[in-house]
């Protein structure tokens, strides 16, 4: 009996003794993916890039369960696409080059993804077809995928190579999830500091933003020796707009201004609206002679623009100052700005509908 209960009890432990550390393996491996998730979001401040942020969630991802490849793409709301954002061991210009095309069918196949009860499906459409493109594209070996998904919505999708050892599935889901909220929550923070530089009404730069960039286009033109010019633009008798038609239609008016505005512009100058029916351009890089050229070639365009308004025809004209910085002048924004303003009222004085500069106003009081 005792050597019965002996055997059994022989029997009985090794079993017992295995599950037992099976066990603590396990939680040990969860231990470590979630102590790697937790060092992985107190490096997630976004004021950093969005690239920099999800770089931080891979290396936690890879201290966590041991994937070694691994990439993060964006959804696309407006094209309904995946774009590459950052990787891990992987190349990442491949990545960012990457744009993939998805159907509504496709989407709706990765969102199941995301549930930790649903097994990777090697003959899911959109899970199969998407594995072959990325280990074609970014040479891995077994390409499998987890949607990153807010409140049944893809925000984006992890990529990685499967790791030879088994994957804890629940910590890949928690990965997932801080990767999307990591997208999201960049996203507003884009959007609110996009808001709080941009112009509510036109949708240009503001004053304040206006001023930021002078100053430090200022100080780099400078440091490398190089002018900069100032467009100070004022619109012709706009106040009888508002007056005749009601201020709706004044802003109605404004944004359609600023619209025109914006594409005669190069990408190199900051635009601005300034205050009012007023607008302001910087143009590093841009000596008097291009300033006054690109100038006029805004008071013509402008002057043969004709916006309709309720039923009728407004004809626009602009009154524009110009201003350059030269490197060996000690001036500051508020001067420069000052100096432009008053070639604007010159030209105002002038009859309106032209351009003046504040060297030629100088060159006639000398």
């Avoid at 976004?46 to 999800?54: D, G, I, N, Q, W």
């Avoid at 001036?331 to 070639?343: H, M, P």
Wanted: aromatic fraction near 6%; include cysteine; proline fraction near 2%.
């Amino acid at each position: 009996m005792s050597s019965k209960k002996n055997g059994t009890a022989e029997h009985v432990r090794p079993s017992r003794a295995t599950s037992t550390a099976a066990l603590n393996e396990e939680m040990a491996t969860l231990n470590q993916g979630l102590m790697s998730l937790y060092h992985a979001s107190a490096e997630l401040q976004f004021s950093k890039p969005l690239h920099s942020l999800l770089k931080s969630i891979l290396r936690g991802l890879k201290s966590g369960t041991g994937i070694s490849k691994a990439g993060v793409f964006i959804k696309d709301e407006s094209s309904f696409s995946l774009t590459g954002c950052a990787g891990i061991g992987l190349n990442d210009k491949k990545i960012q080059e990457m744009n993939v095309l998805l159907t509504v069918e496709e989407e709706t196949d990765l969102l199941k993804s995301c549930q930790p009860h649903v097994a990777y499906d090697e003959d899911s459409l959109a899970q199969g077809r998407l594995a072959q493109l990325f280990e074609r594209e970014l040479d891995l070996k077994r390409a499998e995928m987890v949607a990153l998904e807010i409140r049944d919505r893809l925000i984006g999708l992890l990529v990685y190579e499967k790791a030879p050892t088994l994957l804890q599935k629940e910590i890949l889901i928690i990965f997932a999830r801080q990767a999307a909220l990591t997208i999201e929550n960049a996203k507003l923070f884009a959007k609110v500091e996009e808001m709080a530089i941009r112009d509510t009404l036109t949708g240009l730069y503001n004053r304040r933003y206006f001023h930021q960039i002078l100053e430090y286009e200022i100080n780099r033109a400078k440091r490398y020796r190089q002018p900069l010019s100032l467009i100070f633009i004022d619109l012709d008798h706009f106040k009888d707009i508002n007056d005749q038609f009601g201020h709706s239609v004044g802003d109605q008016f404004l944004k359609q201004i600023a619209h025109k505005l914006s594409s005669l512009f190069r990408t190199t100058d900051l635009v601005a609206r300034y205050a009012g029916d007023e607008f302001v351009a910087i143009l590093p890089a841009t000596a008097g002679e291009g300033a006054m050229i690109l100038a006029k070639r805004i008071q013509e365009v402008l002057g043969d623009y004709q916006i309709m308004v309720r039923g009728r025809t407004l004809q626009v004209s602009v009154s524009i100052g110009v201003d350059t910085y030269h490197s060996n002048e000690g001036i500051g924004g508020v001067t420069l700005i000052d100096r432009a303003d008053k070639a604007m009222y010159e030209a105002k004085a002038h009859g309106r509908n032209c351009v003046k500069s504040y060297e030629e106003i100088q060159k006639a009081l000398a």
